[in-house]
């Protein structure tokens, strides 16, 4: 098998290539896309099995294609990991390209998970209506603000139904996307929670086995804070949005849309809005909104049994969610 360590970037790859069988060693400086796409092409007409590792990247969707048609190996690698893993200060694109290429014959190389074409289409489908819904939010906000300036005020009036209509077919488009997953369904009977809310959040988790407690979700989301402790004194600051962007956003959506329809949700964010402020308020409540959604997913409960039995149904010495007296 040849192993190829790729230092990538969007017009260009640098290539550290090794045969284990020859120990043949090859550098090449690759341009996007012919150049890439002929080399490898060549490799699949010379019948080798081909391993190739990058740094994670955003632009690399075409590379992902061409290698899965080519029935080639790819690792996708933590670029920090691999960053911290490197000792030597000098940095160009020879040394990375080696630096991985070693990495990955040591199997020391930090792999990452990658979610699938199919998966990837979806989570495109549901951007592009948050940012067309961005866009349209934006305009309004422009257009009232003239309006208000010459002293007009015609609210809706001034959007029109063609803007709205562009938006209604993506969101029809998630809807049936929703119906055709049952575990999108089951979320979507939390209160406050939509087809859109509960198709990102389990296009990004894709499975609850990933996690093995609520808190991970909470870090994996972003939604946990950053800490900055040192001796006796301890430190949090904000959270560190180190996941999902847009399932965070929708998530705090939920989470208000929520304490309009349960009483108990309602009283717990009134409550956190006085001791704090409601900016504060409202992550809380949206990492709390990802927690429930992550045992409903994994218990396979829609949100009536969520309230009967709580997240810790099914384990020893717990009868309705609460632990019992002889556990």
């Not at 099995?49 to 740094?55: A, L, T």
């Not at 998970?113 to 305009?139: C, F, I, K, S, Y």
């Not at 959040?201 to 900055?228: A, H, M, N, W």
């Not at 208000?256 to 349960?262: G, K, N, Q, V």
Request: glycine share 8%.
């Amino acid at each position: 098998m040849l192993i190829i360590g790729c230092d990538y970037h969007p017009s260009v790859q640098q290539i550290a290539m090794v045969d284990p069988e020859t120990v043949e060693y090859v550098e090449r400086r690759l341009t996007h896309r012919a150049e890439a796409e002929q080399f490898y092409r060549e490799l699949k007409q010379r019948g080798v099995s081909v391993r190739v590792g990058i740094e994670a990247t955003g632009q690399s969707r075409w590379f992902e294609r061409l290698l899965g048609e080519l029935n080639f190996e790819l690792w996708i690698g933590d670029a920090a990991r691999i960053r911290a893993m490197q000792v030597r200060k000098q940095k160009n694109d020879r040394k990375d390209a080696e630096h991985v290429l070693k990495l990955m014959m040591k199997d020391a190389f930090p792999r990452i998970w990658v979610p699938g074409p199919e998966n990837r289409d979806t989570r495109q489908l549901v951007w592009h209506r948050h940012r067309m819904v961005q866009m349209r939010t934006r305009a309004m906000n422009q257009l009232q603000s003239i309006a208000l300036s010459e002293g007009v005020r015609r609210k809706r009036g001034l959007w029109t139904e063609k803007g709205r209509a562009s938006i209604d077919e993506l969101t029809k488009a998630v809807e049936q996307e929703a119906e055709r997953r049952p575990e999108v369904e089951r979320l979507q009977t939390h209160p406050g929670v939509g087809p859109i809310t509960a198709l990102a959040y389990v296009l990004v988790l894709i499975t609850p086995d990933r996690f093995q407690c609520g808190k991970q979700v909470g870090s994996y989301l972003g939604l946990i804070p950053c800490e900055d402790s040192s001796a006796d004194q301890w430190r949090l600051g904000h959270i560190s949005k180190q996941g999902n962007g847009l399932v965070r956003y929708l998530l705090g959506q939920s989470a208000l849309a929520a304490t309009r329809y349960d009483h108990d949700w309602h009283r717990q964010y009134a409550r956190l809005a006085n001791r704090k402020n409601h900016a504060v308020a409202k992550v809380a409540m949206a990492r709390k909104l990802a927690l429930r959604l992550f045992w409903m997913w994994k218990r396979e409960w829609d949100y009536e049994e969520w309230k009967k039995f709580g997240s810790y149904a099914g384990q020893l010495g717990y009868q309705h969610g609460v632990q019992s007296i002889t556990a």
